[in-house]
Structures are given as structure tokens and as C-alpha cells.
């Protein structure tokens, strides 16, 4: 689906990082945790892509989608400048969310800041199907804990690292240790990504993650945001994050 | 006024609009995800077809400049034997033309894959021989006139359909190439295929590109486009196909008027993917506004 639609606030939570949310209702209908959007908020052909934004929440009542954004570069610099009531088009949902299932007790959602972005549409939308959720999410500072107290409000268990010593897949490789959980979910850093694989190998649990790449199309026909992934007999492959991804199981990519 | 014709000829082959996907710009048949039907389109011109496998390059493969791209994608493809089992069956069903672009590393590869292709339902091959981005990727044919010529002859005798081939603006002088690609048999040539260039990140002092160099393509490059297309036109009998840095109907008519008989849009429907289908009905609209019976009568019709 590819739509304008309308800011409806737009603010910066804390220096370099902000929140937006946009009206959308047919998006956020057909939106699934770990899809993402392709954004144009600017005229003219400078920048020249739409830029790439995973969904933080969904309110389908409420026919909006909200972004949490980091700014980075040219394109989060417009949007962080961007008026409450811009135009925004969207190209989206787009790619393959994360599998979630009805009859799952327990899931772990792990992210590093801003990265963490889309497990607060997953983690809401498991415990409305009744998952318990752990949350774990590490970040260079409390204020960086962007969703703390959203998670706490839907009833997950929250734990917040900030100590770099540390990461915050030892508290989940802990819990491991006592219950029992049906699948894992990362995003944000490649360091937690491989610490999610490495414990899949040693506990019977699904692990996910979810890949961010630069793209230019968002919808697989440019081929630029390749990733390379796991064969079996080793040999050169690539996958579009935009398309077969951007959620993988984590053993295809690690 | 009524009776608009937006209809236009290359070599046997008569397409309802000027208007179709660059190469490896947007497979529709996989992508277009109900955004427009394809059969607004004059032609669907296909990615890049090799006789195997082909992974791609190392990523990263994309860079945005100002106002466009470069791109090492590296011709990432599923094959020719897939792509006939799988692809072109589906294609079938869009009333519109069908043309798949021919890549290879020798000219065994093009003949293989315009022999493979000879009996099905694509109506006109493109033969790239101006691939930048991998090595040996067409590119030795693309800038050397007797090569060009040779394996252009080499082609025209086993393929069934009209064959297109697609030029480098890496030369000296895109006219000298443009006559050898006639005189080897082709039926119309293409271009241009994108501006080798090189984006190098200062904060880390490393290319940005895996493959250090990369096709340059977009609005940046189209200046550039229209000249060697009006260079092309001027050299050469056959049809022209223009493309470089199209965005919209404005940009296709110029191409037009420097004398494209059609024309492809490739990185603007990276940003926009109803770019092609607008273009379309852009150039219809502009007919309409200026009263002009068919859009073959705006061919190479610039003046001083």
C-alpha cells in the first residue's frame, strides 16, 4: 500500500531521538509486529530514497502508527525538523514480521535502544494474546530505556541494562536457567544477536531476529540491502532484508 | 481531442506506450504488489538473466549521492532455466510486452541464455553488454566497437525475438558503438546503462561500496543521458531506447524529443513505484494538452 498520511505529533524525547505518530488506519489494519515502513516527508529528489522505519506501535482503534526514530543523517534531520501536521507518505507494511503463535506461554523480547523500536509492537501484541513476556532492553543511559514504562503498562517484565560491562542477555541466559520460554526475539545489536543464537543452542527455544540495512526500494525489486545467510553446503548466498527478512531465524544468519 | 496514439514501434514489435521498466530497476512480476497493473506499461523489460545462479555481490551494494545512487548489485539472479519455469509463465497473463535482458561473462553465456529463450513468450532480448559492476559483466563488449559488433552478430543469428542491445556511457564515443551494434544486426539499442563512480565514507576513510566502484544512476545522470541518446539517435537508423535519470513524463518527452523512440525508468521507481506508470500517463496527458495526434511525431523533433 502506498499512501500520504498525516503527522499527527512529532517530538524530540530526549537530544537525537524522537518520536512520530502518523495517521494511517488501512497501515495500521494490516501491520504486523516486525514489519516496517518506507517514509517520504520531504519534495524533491533530495535525499532520493524513501527511508526505512521499523513500526513501535500500532494503535488500530486509533488508525495511527507511531516511530521512534534516531537521528542519524539527512533524512532524520528533515524528520526531526518535520511540523506536527506534514504529510507523510508511506509505502508499507512491508516484509515479514515476526511468527508469533496462539498457544505460546512465554517469549523473551531483547533490544538495544532505539534499535529495540519494534519489540514494543511485539511484546503489546503478545500480551494481548495472552504470552507472558520478559522484556530485556539495553541502552547507553536510563533516559534511552525509551519504552520502559510502556512495557511495565501491558504487563511485562522489564529489565533495563545500562551498565556497558554487562549484557542483558545474562539476565535472560539466567531465567533460562528457571522457566521455560517458547521463543526469542532481537533486534538492535549484533553482539545480543549472537548471544541469542548461542543460547538457542543450549536451550529449546525459537530465536528471531529482525536485520536493519540501508535500502533503496523497501520492497525487493532493487536487491541493495542484501545480507548474507547460512547454506548448507556453505556456499554464497544472499537474502533482501527488505523481503525475505527483515525478521530471520537467528540460525541463518549467525 | 480525441484518437490520442500513444503507440510506438521497435523492430517488429508494437508497444500500446513508450513507457517501460529499466533493467534491473523493478521486477514487476514479483514487486509491483497491486500498486498499478502492469499493463499500463508499454513493455516490462526484465532483470538481468545469466545461463546459472548468480548471488550478487558483497554487500554493502547501494549508496545515495545527490539526487541518485550507485548500485554494485552484481547481476544477483536466479538463472535462466528458473526464470523460464517460474517467471515468464507468469508474465504471460499481462497484456503487454515482455523483454529480458541477456548478461554474460563470454559469448557462449549470451548465446546459451538467447537459445534457452528462443521458444518462449518473450517478445524482444536486450543484450547487456555494459554491466560496470561485475567483472567481465558485459563490460569488455560494451567499450570495445569489434566485440560489441560480434557478439551482437553472434546473438542475432540464434535469437527468435528482436534484440535490443544496451550501451555503456563509460566510452569515448557512444556514436562509434552505436554503428557497430547496428552493423553486427541489432534492432534497436539502449541506453545508458549507468556512470561508473566511487563514494568514499571520510568519517572511516573506506569505500562505501564492497565492490569500491558502482553504477551511478537517478536525476544526477540525466543531462548526461539526453546528449548521448541524441548522439546515439543521430549515428544510428535503428530505434533508440532512452533512459538515464527519468522521473517523470517531462524527463521521458525530453528524451523523446533528443530522439528515444522509447524510454526506460529505472532509480525513480525506487522512490516512487508508480514512477513508471506516471510517466505514462504523463506523456498522454501532454499529448492531450498539446494537441498532438501521436507521440511518434515528437521523435528526435527538437529544435534550435
Known sequence: MFITAKALTNRIITPGFGRILLSAPQIAEQAKPGQFVMLKYWRGIDPFFMRPFSINTVDRAGGTLGILYK????????????????????????????????????????????????????????????????????????????????????????????????????????DLKKMKFDAAYVCGSKRLMKAVAELSDEYDFAGYVSLEEHMACGIGACKGCAVRVNTKDGSEAYARVCKEGPVFPVKRIV | MAGIDTSVVIGNLRMKNPVMPASGAYDYYENNAGLFPMSDLGAIMLKSIHHDIRPGNKPPRIAETPSGMLNAIGLMGPGVDTFIEEDLP?????DTKIIVNVCGHCEEDYLTVAEKLADTCADMLEINISCPNVKEGGIAFGTDPKKAEAVTAAVRKIARQPVIVKLSPNVTDIREIAKAVESGGADAVSLINTITGMKIDVRTRRFVLANRTGGLSGPAIHPVAVRMVYEAAHAVKIPVIGMGGITNAYDALEMILAGASAVAV???????????????????????????????????????
Open chain 1, 71 to 174: 537521528v542519524v543523517g539527512q533524512g532524520t534531520e528533515i524528520l526531526a525538523d518535520l511540523s506536527a501536521d506534514a504529510e507523510v507518505e508511506i509505502l508499507g507494511p512491508r516484509g515479514n514480521g515476526f511468527p508469533l503463535e496462539d498457544g505460546m506461554t512465554r517469549i523473551a523480547v531483547i533490544g538495544r535502544g532505539v534499535g529495540a523500536a519494534p519489540m514494543r509492537f511485539l511484546a503489546e501484541k503478545a500480551r494481548s494474546m495472552g504470552i507472558g513476556v520478559r522484556a530485556y532492553i539495553s541502552a547507553n543511559s536510563e533516559e534511552h530505556l525509551f519504552d520502559k514504562a510502556a512495557y511495565e503498562g501491558s504487563g511485562c517484565t522489564f529489565t533495563g541494562c545500562t551498565d556497558p560491562n554487562v549484557k542483558v542477555t545474562d539476565f535472560f541466559a539466567e
Open chain 2, 90 to 94: 507468469f508474465l504471460k497473463q499481462y
Open chain 2, 266 to 304: 529505472g532509480s525513480a521507481t525506487f522512490r516512487n513505484p508508480l514512477a513508471a506508470a506516471e510517466t505514462a500517463e504523463g506523456i498522454e496527458m501532454y499529448l492531450r494538452e498539446n494537441e498532438i495526434a501521436s507521440v511518434r511525431s515528437l521523435i528526435g523533433a527538437v529544435q534550435e
